[in-house]
């Protein structure tokens, strides 16, 4: 029974829930690296993670080179 519904927060409410919701709450690989075996979502979810990442790296190097 979950409530969806819009409320108003006080400021600190409102920062603690805006900061969680942007932070990774749980860490899989801490706790159990195991689940990406057994889990296909995981699996796609890490693969993107990584690929993301590996961009990042990519597009990091690319303008450093490129002002020197």
């Known amino acids: 029974n979950w409530d969806f519904n819009d409320y108003e927060v006080c ?10 919701f942007k932070r990774t709450l749980v860490n899989i690989e ?3 690296d195991q689940l990406y075996s057994f889990v296909e979502e995981l699996q796609q979810i890490r693969k993107l993670r990584q690929d993301i990442l590996r961009m990042k ?7 450093f080179f490129s002002i020197f």
């Not at 400021?11 to 969680?20: C, K, P």
């Not at 790296?57 to 303008?63: I, L, S, T």
Request: charged share 35%.
């Open 30 to 32: 801490k706790e159990n």
């Open 57 to 63: 790296v990519k597009k990091f190097f690319e303008y």
């Open 11 to 20: 400021r600190s409410s409102y920062r603690y829930l805006t900061s969680a």
